[in-house]
């Protein structure tokens, strides 16, 4: 067989111009124009070759026609199909000019590899037929070939020749060495479409009508009878019974997609009638994607109850596993301080070769300051340092007011030197918004990273939804207790490999286990700061018991010391809950001695005596043959200080305002400027002053309604202590203003408390019971006088408070009338109560008496506010 000029015509599809190719247009040999192609026909047996027009489609439609003695043969195989979708989907290969797509292919060889090749080698030269066209179909790996024969075969004989010579002589090509070329005769008429639809193994086999006649469903040994030469079937689904969708369908599940492609391209259009039926039925065939079935799926989504439960132990030991350990590492990083710059070798050196230059002036002004506090408390420095030392498991409380400088001493004295510290503040996780903000900054607070925060909002919309449309909870989210349970634990674990990061080079032989080391070497032990204790401890009072638990544990097993700072007096009530049967070692700061706080100010102004320079020294710097030595020195600024004019007035100054570190600090400040102390001290009591007034004083300021306390107690007490410094608890209980207020949900001992927390006064214990108020802080003492002093503020509060006790007593009144009335209404009146009549005559007497002195006093007050703007 002798085969010319034979190349592959691409089908134009309609709508698309004729200069461009169809999906799958691919053609081999030398290609002519398109608007005017022939092709050449070689007859199979060697005749001689007439030149006639290809038409690809006869119709104009996609369809392909086939003329009197004139069939079409598909043969499969010939393309590699995984490659062809990568190729097809790309614009280009369907947009581009014939003439491109023939460079493409013209540099390949005619050889064995080649499908025209394949094609000619397939066909016998003993088999009478003439190849009048070969229409390539890339999609599918294939092509149709459409022949002529002679009257006296039959196309089915041609094709059963064709088989028995591929079986006898396969023809297997490069990409598929396995399975060889296969063809089957066209029964049908093949569509030969250029959409993005790509062979799959299921064929959807839809009943078309021939005619005007309904048609026929065929049944499923109808389908086998059909489909079943061309391959392998796996299954045969009918439409569902209860279906309603037009046309009637079957789906035919091939075992090899190259057996759908044969079917499909075989028997598209093929029209079916049964005998005996007079209905016609048109098959329309088209691939499908076969529904994989999901058991495992199925189960999963049909059994919520169990599987969501599942789910969540993964993800959490998912998160124990890979994140715990990374959090942990961060933890150790953060009490040891490994990546804080300032803890580096290199930082410490340089700073002590340029402190000379640099002279850190603040620096040296601050530790003066810190110096005198020092000497001030060296024995609680020394008994908290002790207590550090030794192996008792219990808390250590430093309780004082605010400003008294608790963290100072701690953290820059007691604590100054030694590894492994853990600051932890209580107070930007109390204040923080909402839980995420309370895990956020807890978290910061212990170096506990990554913390995903967001992931536990997105956790509680998951389980609303979860629980909406299954009814069950899945709990992916967790509450803010387990989170701060996570997070204090975790932290726990770290300090402990922290406490025995030094185990080996202390106890080599490692004849000491974990517990019996740590007990044996309580200097080795992290420490742990809490500072800010109870910080408005009604708000987030989980908080803090969930701190003390974790403090208690950590304590108990002798993981680390644990060191309380706070201003609450209520703090025993909190910490015994979690170790009830041991005694804290309690430490009570006080307000500095005058001594002291003049030395402390004294010290504080050494910062602006180095920064003027000295006489005969224009830098400001100490001449070599300077007649005082380096020690004489340094004390010679405070001593200068103190001989100054405008510091004569300090020591009166000091005693207005007392020991409290802060306002020493701010007078300081205030000194520093070139303000007198005089006027200095009388600025801050003013100031504290009109705080007090704004905090406690006015009852229509913010927050007012949340008070446990009412503003003439809050009154009754800077009254009282502006004329003596100290009050008795028991006495100031038992007056009217606490025992008997008017203001709802106000007790006197829970007034007291409150108060206290809020710093107006401070109560000193005795044996563990309440014994004596004094004011919050030594500068208070002296508003208290200056608020005395204003006759307006006087007389506005005077007024209120005997308006309180014109009304408690108006209430006792009414109370005795009212008994008296029962009395007096009884059927007969015995004898027995007239003791009890005598009783309430004589209280209602009393409180009578007492109303009018209280108006006669509230008359002159009233004269007061009228005569004063």
């Known amino acids: 067989m002798v085969v010319g000029r034979l190349p592959f015509r691409p089908l134009g599809h309609p709508g698309l111009p004729r200069t461009y190719a169809a999906a799958g247009a691919v053609r081999w040999g030398r290609m002519r124009r398109w608007e005017s192609t022939a092709t050449t026909t070689t007859s199979a047996s060697g005749a001689t070759p007439k030149k006639e027009t290809a038409i690809v489609d006869d119709d104009k439609s996609g369809h392909i026609s086939a003329g009197e003695n004139e069939s079409i043969l598909f043969f499969d195989n010939l393309y590699p199909l995984k490659l062809m979708p990568l190729l097809l989907w790309r614009p280009w290969f369907t947009r581009r000019d014939l003439s491109d797509v023939q460079k493409r292919f013209e540099s390949y060889s005619k050889g064995l590899l080649d499908p025209v090749t394949m094609v000619k080698n397939a066909i016998p030269e003993n088999l009478p037929i003439t190849i009048t066209k070969i229409i390539p179909r890339i999609k599918d790996g294939g092509a149709f070939v459409k022949f002529t024969y002679p009257n006296d075969v039959s196309a089915s004989e041609i094709e059963g020749k064709l088989a028995t010579a591929l079986e006898e002589k396969p023809i297997k090509p490069w990409f598929n060495p396995f399975l060889g070329i296969k063809t089957g005769l066209v029964r049908g008429r093949p569509w030969l479409e250029d959409l993005y639809r790509f062979p799959k193994s299921r064929i959807r086999v839809e009943y078309v009508a021939a005619n005007d006649n309904t048609p026929a469903e065929l049944s499923q040994e109808t389908l086998y009878s059909i489909f079943r030469r061309y391959g392998k079937i796996a299954d045969i689904t009918p439409q569902p019974p209860d279906s309603k969708v037009l046309p009637k369908y079957a789906h035919v599940d091939f075992v090899l997609v190259r057996d759908a492609i044969m079917a499909t391209n075989c028997m598209h259009g093929y029209v079916l009638q049964e005998s005996g039926s007079k209905l016609a039925t048109k098959l329309r065939l088209s691939y499908e994607q076969r529904i994989k079935p999901h058991h495992i799926w199925d189960w999963i989504t049909s059994h919520p109850r169990i599987v969501i439960p ?69 024995d609680l420095i020394e008994s908290v340092q002790n207590v550090l030392l030794e192996s008792t498991a219990t808390f250590v409380v430093i309780h004082g007011p605010r400003g008294s400088g608790k963290r100072e001493l701690v953290v820059d004295q007691v604590l100054e030197g030694r590894k492994n510290v853990l600051v932890l503040d209580c107070k930007p996780v109390v204040e923080a918004r909402g839980e995420a903000g309370t895990i956020k900054k807890l978290a910061s607070q212990v170096g506990y990273r990554p913390i995903f925060s967001w992931a536990n909002n997105l956790s509680s919309m998951v389980d609303l939804a979860i629980q909406s449309t299954t009814g069950v909870k899945a709990s992916f989210s967790e509450n803010l207790e387990s989170q701060l349970v996570k997070i204090l634990q975790t932290t726990a674990s770290a300090l402990k490999d922290v406490s025995l990061a ?20 309580p200097e080795q032990r992290a420490v742990i700061v809490v500072n800010n204790f109870l910080h408005k401890g009604d708000e987030k009072a989980l908080i803090y018991e969930k701190i003390a638990d974790w403090a208690a544990a950590l304590v108990q097993s002798n993981v680390a010391h644990v060191v309380f700072l706070t201003n609450d007096t209520s703090y025993s009530k909190s910490l015994s809950k979690s170790l009830p049967d041991r005694v804290f070692h309690q430490v009570t700061l006080g307000d500095l001695s005058p001594e002291a706080a003049k030395l402390f100010v004294v010290s504080q102004l050494e910062l602006e005596d180095h920064s003027k320079p000295k006489k005969g020294d224009k830098n400001g710097k100490h001449d070599k043959n300077d007649k005082h030595d380096e020690h004489e020195g340094e004390d010679t600024p405070a001593k200068e200080i103190q001989k100054r004019e405008d510091l004569r007035e300090l020591d009166e100054c000091i005693q207005s305002l007392g020991g409290r570190l802060t306002d020493l600090q701010v007078l300081a400040r205030r000194l520093r400027v070139g303000q007198s102390p005089k006027k200095a001290v009388s600025e801050i009591v003013e100031q504290s002053s009109a705080e007090i007034l704004r905090m406690f004083l006015l009852a229509k300021n913010a927050g007012a309604a949340d008070r446990k306390w009412s503003t003439q107690q809050a009154w009754y007490l800077v009254r009282e202590l502006a004329k003596k410094e100290t009050l008795k608890y028991n006495e100031v209980v038992l007056t009217d203003t606490f025992a008997s207020s008017t203001t709802p949900g106000v007790d006197g001992e829970s007034a007291l408390e409150a108060l206290s927390n809020a710093e107006l006064i401070t109560v000193k214990s005795v044996h563990g019971r309440p014994q004596s108020i004094r004011a919050g802080k030594p500068v208070y003492q002296t508003a208290f006088a200056r608020l005395l002093k204003d006759p307006v503020v006087t007389a506005k509060m005077d007024l209120a408070l005997l308006k309180e006790l014109a009304s408690v007593e108006a209430k006792s009144i009414e ?9 007096a209404n009884l059927p007969t009146k015995p004898y027995q109560t007239n003791e009890r009549i005598n009783y309430l005559l004589a209280k209602l007497e009393g409180s009578q008496k007492k109303i009018v002195a209280y108006e006669k006093e509230m008359g002159g007050l009233k004269k007061v506010l009228s005569q004063h703007a």
């Open 310 to 378: 599942i789910l969540a132990a993964f993800l959490a030991a998912f998160t124990v596993v890979v994140f715990d350990p990374i959090r942990e590492f961060f933890v150790k990083a953060h009490v040891q301080h490994v990546f804080e710059f300032t803890d580096s070798r290199l930082y410490k050196w340089f700073k002590r070769q340029t402190n000379d230059i640099l002279a850190f002036r603040k620096r040296k002004g601050d530790q003066a300051g810190l110096n005198a506090l020092v000497h001030h408390r060296k």
């Open 502 to 521: 030094e185990k080996e080079k202390i106890d080599p032989n490692e004849t000491l286990s974990e517990d019996a080391f740590l007990e044996a070497h």
């Open 815 to 823: 109370k005795a009338e009212t008994e008296l009335n029962i009395l």
